[in-house]
Structures are given as structure tokens and as C-alpha cells.
């Protein structure tokens, strides 16, 4: 996959920068594809990509320096940012500079925001778009959104980026969208496109799957490590919450039982694998307490719900029992999507009911209570859900709050007629 896909609404918003000055924020989780789309945009309008690396801050500096040279050179080394900012401010024309992996430069030296900072408000030359980028969601967040930092109220744009669908998924790698087995392909990476290009759509998926998770030396062997690292979430603690909660420990009293620890000391660990976007709380529909955790971040759900608990197995099994394992857990992934579709929509569950999702009642319409099917039904077979989905409803609590409520089925060719609009 070498060519650019999609981006459009992030190219749209920076190319409305092109008469700006001041700070862009670039948000976004490693592999989101931040450095693609810098890169993409900077080659169209002429600006300079750098990236920080991790080291101390003179090696930090003269590697950014060397960088910036590659396409205009100072005839001196700078020493210091103070330094490199003198010479920016003599950069002849107008300047638009993207520094990747920012928090980097942070980490050594913590007084960079405020240098930077400083540089931002009192520069000498105006005509300067300052792009700073990374892939700690957590650090950008505490250096650009909160009120006690130096860059807060800074930026003129901030662009967080998400994950990309399933349409561009089955067009970077040359997959049908109309066949229910090329979801199977895209629940296992999800919509992070650096993924995509670790796959070989002329092989099989299986084949694929050895590649990436399960064979010897397996290419994101160690990326659930690599995605905790980037945020400063480690030890062995944070990657036992994942695993428990990938094995269907969903409240944190269940997962400090199998772990055999008090649930306090659980309570950090919780809170920050939630604000890195790597787990998620859900509460039922109609409801602001209690609620379950989830695994949110696409491969860490793959990996701790599939392959971790499986990995020692795996060869063993039959390849139709891998097979039914992936499209168990893509049935999983399917009814999240299928949310996507019905704004405001949440699930809601008791004791053994559960509905996929509810959507709330509108002055235009009353409440929908939707089924996910991931499969493409017959009209008998639609008849069929939706007797057996009005029929569970009565027997809910909702049910003598939320009179005549309408139901409804969404397969696969729902979800095909959705992404296809």
C-alpha cells in the first residue's frame, strides 16, 4: 500500500492554514498514520518534516538541525533552541515546519514547552506554521490541553486523528467490500493503516494471521508493549488489567479477583489505560453509573481477546476452528460499527438480556432497539430476529418506561448500504 488514501477532511483542514501562522497540534495513536499525512501535505505545499528522536537534548537538537538543513542550511550548528530559533527567524520567506514525536524533546528537557512558548509569542518573524505532533495521546494531551502548561490556548488548530474505515481498508489492500471475508481481514487490524501494509492480500488470512500475531517472531509480537510504552504505562500490572479484560473481566472488582489484588490498587491503572484510549467504560443505556470496561484500541482488543488467550494452542487448532474463532470475535467488532450508524445509540443489558443497541426517541421518531446480526438474512430470517427482539424487550425494565418502541435488524447489507453513502 504505497499510495495515499483518504485523509481528505485532515488535508482540507491544513490546507485552510495555508494564509495562517501560529500552532497545529497533530493528535494520534502510534501507526494512526500521522506521519503519512504530514508528510503528504508538507511535499504538496513546500514545508520541512522533522522528526524528534529519543536522547538527550543536544543530540535531540543537532538531529533537528541537520534535518532542517537538508533543505535550507544556516552555515552554523546551533547550540541551543534559543539558537536554532534566531536562525528560523532569519529563514527567508514564509516557514512551515512539522516536528514529529514532540513529546520526545519533552522528556529531556522539560523546559522545551515553555521555550517554545516563549518563541510562539515574541518571535521576530510572524510568517511561521509551527506543526507539533505525537503519538503519546496522554503527554499531548497534558502539554497542549491543560490550562497549567505553557502551550495551552496556544494552538490555532488541533487535529486529533482516528482510526480510518472499512471501505479505505479493502481498497488499500485490493479486497471486495461486498464479502463478509474481508470484514474477517479488517476486525483483526482494524482502521490503523500501518497495519495494513504488513498484510499480503495474495495470501490467506490465516497465513496473514501467522505473520502478524501467532507465527514464531510474529511482526507485533511485542506491539501491546510498545503501544503501553509510548504513554508511560508500564509494568506488569497494566498489561494483567488488559488481559483480564480481554478474557471478559469487564468491572474492575472482577478483574482485582482473578489478579488476586485489592480493587484500590487497580484504580490508577484503570484511569490511565482509559485516558490513553486503550480501554473504554460503557454504561447501559438510560443509565450514568456503574458500567463495564472494554478494550478500545483496535489490535490490543485483537491481541487480548483472541491471541494471548489462544497463542499456546493455535497451532493445534483445526483451520476451521480458527476460522470460527476469528469471525466469533469479527461479530464482536460488527456490532460496534453497527453503533456508529444510529447517533446517540448505547447498549443496554440485564441480567440475561442484551440489546445491541438503543437508540434514543426524537420529537420525529420514537425509540429503536436494534439488533446486529453479522451475516447477510434472509427476509424470513429478519422476520424471524425481529419477533425474537420484540419479544426479550417486554421482558426488560425499559420496556414500561419506553412504549411501542420500533425494532429493527442490522446485517451486513445494512452496514454495506451505510459505509457505501
Sequence with gaps: MDHFLNRTEELAQFDSLLKKNGLVVVFGRRRIGKTRLLTEWLNRVGGIYVQAIEGNGAAQLAQISQDIQETH????????????????????????????????????????????????????????????SGSSQKMMHDLFLNRSTPLYGRAILEIKLSEMGYPHFCKALGLKTSTIESFLWFSVTGGIPWYWTLMDPDRDLLWNLDRLYFGSSAILENEAKRLLSDEK???????????????????????????????????????????????????????????IYAIRDSVLRFWFKVCSPHHSRWPQYSKEAKLQLIRTFASQIFESHCREFFRGSQRYWEGDLEFDAVVPATHEAPLRVVEAKFGLLTAKERASCLKELSGSWGRCKLASRHLNPQFEVFDFSDFLRGVER
Design 73 to 132: 542550511s544556516f552555515g552554523i550548528t546551533p547550540k541551543t533552541w534559543n539558537e536554532l530559533f534566531k536562525l528560523l527567524d532569519s529563514f527567508p520567506g514564509r516557514l512551515i515546519l512539522a516536528i514529529d514525536e514532540f513529546p520526545y524533546l519533552v522528556d529531556a528537557d522539560s523546559s522545551v514547552p515553555s521555550i517554545f512558548q516563549k518563541w510562539l509569542d515574541h518571535r521576530k518573524k510572524k510568517d511561521v506554521l509551527l506543526i507539533l
Design 233 to 291: 504505562i508500564g509494568g506488569l500490572v497494566s498489561l494483567s488489567v488488559l488481559e483480564m479484560v480481554g478474557r471478559g473481566a469487564s468491572k474492575p472488582s472482577e478483574v482485582a479477583s482473578r489478579l488476586e489484588i485489592p480493587q484500590t490498587q487497580l484504580s490508577k491503572t484503570f484511569g490511565a489505560l482509559t485516558e490513553a484510549g486503550f480501554l473504554e467504560k460503557e454504561v447501559p443505556f438510560g443509565q450514568s453509573k456503574g458500567g
